[in-house]
């Protein structure tokens, strides 16, 4: 193996991508390739006791017959982390879960050091290690899923604020006016580009456009609305289902905005299901991030898609081992 | 002197507030006390040559007859500041004024290190050194005048961001459909909260309050509404002006959440004329900024005023020296 020669010895990571359904595990090189890997069944509904289990099970089976070197264990979580103490605050979909060391619990089972950081923040991390992150300096990595997630790198670093709470992008009030976000806020870009809210909103509107192929592909059943669906007919030369990533990709830039006025960071890189969107999104993004943002910023303004898809969790987790957070 | 004691030597700054119309320079001590300090017209209709002519004039006047040992020259400056390279971009009000290198320029007439940082910067590190701010380890500067500006300390650090153009508070969107901003945006907090914004939104809004004590205390001429005579009509009782002030909150408030959902810094101080609204406007920012802000920082924030007033540029610019960016 390429890695071994390079480094001399065998130097790996353990990775895992603590899901609500499944736990992704995966025995990770220093140059991001999968050598092995294992995934079973969270059973959130069963308490914070079996998801630890679980995880604990799962690594064991993962290691049991090898014999390479394992630097840490990266970990990937939903819910509010405290990396330096290694505890997962109130994941959503986890019950019972109030406030638990997983860190340590996975530690003290393995006797290694463990990374623990929230989702979107690995994401960042595994895009500045493996991905188009390489060789930025700073960006924003924005994740598009049921949520808006966010993590910000800085000099290479991600950034977590006072108590480990910052990049919550998905929070970035669009309109203080607008629609009830689910944080209790009002007009979060959340609150428009979730895929819970962005599948509503379109099911809503198909009512005015009965002649969007939208409705042809999902054969009239609006349960049946997905980005993948809505893609499916922009691509095909739907005008509203074009609109609708176009709609989209203006608003993100508008939050965008925002964040390059305060952070003077003009990179972003995007990605999550929601992503999928592919190049229309991004070009709406950056046309409206570049009319709205400073001056000085214009001209620096770049939307990259993610590098890493498949397996991007596990990957981003064991990137904490190797560069630290 | 006490700081002579303390310090065991004639340890002082140039403290330099260069301002669209005056030019306010002051001799300063490590402790902030202003001990001399001279003033001197910008004549900024005049071009670049003559304003740098003059802050050197300025200089030599205040130190022609001191023993005391200056340890750097610090200049607070409107335009975009590149603190590291010494230059001044498009101050607005100077006309002829491009991109000059005013550090150099100041640093080779005296031969002493000169710091410059933009006003908004200036006023942050004077309230992190000699204000509000001494004992806060990150904290939101927020200067509410003509326009809103923004300085950002993280680890009592200035930070810059990638290009200098860092902390734009003013430019956040609180509705990406709202009223056209200066900067070219819709929408910015600046669009609502900049005085000249809000006086003219005072101004239009008196036509449907015709029994607001508001029109006596301007006599009926709409050029006479400043800040300070809505906040007198308010103290007074008038319930039109106090609901300007506590609007003017709610919306100031729904910035600040974005910065706080972003950065996780969860501490304001509240500078500038237009923060003369005093109690009433603190205590409205800081229901808006808690009902919005994440759950997880909603404990923590706290809006402080600026402690820094007359003499908060001359100060803020001595802090530079004595504490770096």
Redesign the interface.
Known sequence: MADNKMSGRNKYAVGIDLGGTNIKIGLVSPSGKITRKYSVSTQADEGPHRIIENIKIGIHTLLAKSKVHIEGIGIGSPG?VNSEKGTV?NPPNFPGWDKVNLGRAISMEFEKDVFLDNDANVAAIGELIFGNGMKL??FIMVTLGTGVG?G?IINRKL???????????G???????GPKCN?????CIEAYAGNKYLTERVRKELKKHRDSLLLKLINNDHDLITPRKIKEAADKGDKYAHSVIIDLG??LG??F???S??????TYIIGGGVAGFGKPLLDSIKNSLT???????KP?VKILPAKLKNDAGIKGASALVFHGY
């Open positions: 509010t605050e300096n700073s966010g910000i950034y977590h604020g006072d108590f480990g709470a910052a990049g919550e992008i929070h970035i009030t669009i309109n203080y006016n944080c209790g806020s009002y007009g203006t608003k508008a939050a905005a925002t964040v006025n305060i952070l003077d960071i003009s009319s709205r943002v400073l001056k000085p910023i620096r």
